[in-house]
């Protein structure tokens, strides 16, 4: 193209240059916003993650207090954290140094040089710190999955460690995975790219951790429930006898309760949490033997180990038990039946009165307890020629329920089944009595891919409009939160805030 002579149609033609120059200039603008926009988001899912694999730090340390046999896998996931934590700084330094190189930070709080490429390109490429990250990465992720002894274990969670390196490159022009990646990018396009080696570092120590909070549960049946037990000769002695009674610490473990049968003269009983309730009506006075039968099978080793023992008692008259029917706790918000019987005297002779609680006859001996307030409780019984007796109880609350996304309280789930899920339910798991607790409420929080967290208040057990619309934008690689997950349970005053859920969507 000529250069015109007259001095108007030059101007004409340099004022339509700087025009066309200040156009490009804004697309830029935006498009560099989208970065920094970009790695906050990514910022912020760090901190996410960050705190909740010190959560699981804590408890895979709890679970060692109580079991030291399982003190490798703390020091393994304390090792998987400094290897990534050694990594996030690494990357940290890297970044810094790239800021100050291109000028530091303006006034808006973003980097001077952010459309800067030479500078990323010098650094990165020429003088090799891009290679130099690319050792990192794959020093890092041998050294993460040099903790897993068991190979097929490693080879699995091999494929779930997200920091490692795309070949990408090996089918483009360039000649390394440095120059693919940074080889004349700006500043502003390189720092989220920062942010995502970060992450991939922590979601990587997340994969890890979880493994090892898994053996940390334990290869061998572990005794979690204790309790003291007395085991007399004789369950019923006369004035100037002496009353014998071996005294001793009862383990028993929730983990193997499904594995334990026991059975006394052949019939077998119900077992709850290791234990079995004897019940025997009897019709006459004197001493009465029965033989009790308990075997065990370990679910790791499918060994089964056998016990036998006999044991007596002897029916008097003028004896009176109080049992509650369920379990030794009265709970508040639900009918808790109870059991008055006095050998020897008719229901209609007894007295019953209860303190504490609010206590109703209902025929033959039967009672229902209701409770308003935790503590202490007690039922007096009196009458028919039996000296007064006082049975003591506690009062709790419902125990917590259990948030859940359809069945799972969290993990990963598709994409399909998480945008068919119409809420959060409160299951109270092994509870025996008719009760069910409500959701109030929670707060949704959904972190896609990089994109800036987006939350939505729910009201309500049922996902409301903004709840939904989050649910319905669910792709691969999003992670929700469910947080502040409250539920009213029969009896309660007020919501209580319950476990929160966290899901992967694949």
Request: charged share 25%.
């Amino acid at each position: 193209m000529s250069i015109p002579k007259e001095p108007r149609q030059l101007m004409i033609n340099l004022m339509y240059l700087v025009l066309t120059a200040m156009l490009a200039l804004n697309v830029s603008a935006e498009i560099i916003n989208a970065f920094f926009m970009v790695d906050k988001g990514i910022k912020k899912s760090n901190a996410i993650v960050g705190t909740a694999n010190e959560s699981i730090i804590k408890a895979i340390t709890r679970q060692v207090e109580a079991y030291p046999e399982y003190k490798e896998y703390e020091g393994k996931a304390k090792k998987a954290h400094d290897l990534a934590k050694e990594f996030y700084d690494y990357v940290q330094v890297l970044r810094d140094n790239i800021i100050e190189e291109s000028g530091g930070y303006a006034e808006d709080g973003k980097p001077a040089g952010k459309k800067d490429k030479e500078v990323t390109t010098r650094l990165l490429v020429d003088e090799g710190k891009g290679a130099d990250l690319e050792k990192e990465i794959i020093k890092i992720r041998e050294a993460l999955l040099a903790l897993i002894d068991d190979e097929a274990d490693r080879k699995s969670l091999s494929t779930k460690l997200a920091l490692e390196i795309d070949d990408a490159y090996k089918s483009s022009d360039k000649k390394d995975w440095a120059s693919y990646n940074f080889d004349h990018m700006p500043v502003a396009a390189v720092l989220p790219m920062f942010s995502k080696f970060q992450n991939d570092a922590k979601t990587s120590e997340t994969a890890l951790l979880n493994y090892f909070a898994e053996k940390a549960k334990g290869t061998k049946i572990t005794f979690d429930s204790f309790e003291p037990v007395v085991s007399a000769k004789k369950g019923y002695v006369i004035k100037g006898e002496k009353y014998e009674a071996d005294v001793f610490l009862s383990a028993s473990s929730k983990q193997n309760s499904g594995n334990t049968k026991i059975s006394v003269n052949g019939s077998s009983l119900p077992v709850r949490d290791g234990k079995g309730k004897y019940e025997v009506s009897t019709s006459s006075t004197g001493t009465k033997k029965y033989t009790v039968s308990i075997s065990v099978t370990n679910p790791l080793t499918k060994k089964t180990e056998s016990f036998k023992k006999e044991f007596e008692y002897e029916v008097g008259e003028r004896s009176v038990t109080v049992s509650a029917d369920m379990m030794n706790v009265f709970y508040i918000g639900v009918d808790n039946p109870v059991s008055v019987v006095a050998a020897g005297i008719s229901s209609n002779q007894l007295n019953v009165s209860g303190s504490g609680i609010n206590l109703s006859s209902k025929g033959g001996g039967k009672y229902n307890v209701t409770a308003t307030r935790p503590g202490e409780a007690s039922i007096t019984v009196s009458g028919g020629g039996l000296a007064s007796t006082k049975f003591d109880f506690r009062v709790k609350r419902i125990p917590d329920p259990i948030a859940r996304l359809g069945k799972e309280d969290s993990g990963s789930l598709g994409t399909g089944a998480f945008r068919a899920q119409g809420g959060v339910g409160a299951w109270l798991d092994n509870f025996d009595f008719d009760a069910r607790c409500q959701i109030e409420g929670f707060i949704l929080t959904r972190v896609a891919k990089r994109q800036d967290p987006v939350d939505a208040v729910n009201s309500g057990a049922r996902f409301g409009s903004q709840a939904q619309r989050l649910i319905d934008m669910a792709s691969p690689g999003d992670i929700y939160y469910f947080e502040n997950v409250k539920a009213r349970c029969p009896g309660d005053p007020a919501a209580r805030k319950i476990n929160s859920l966290v899901f992967k969507i694949n």
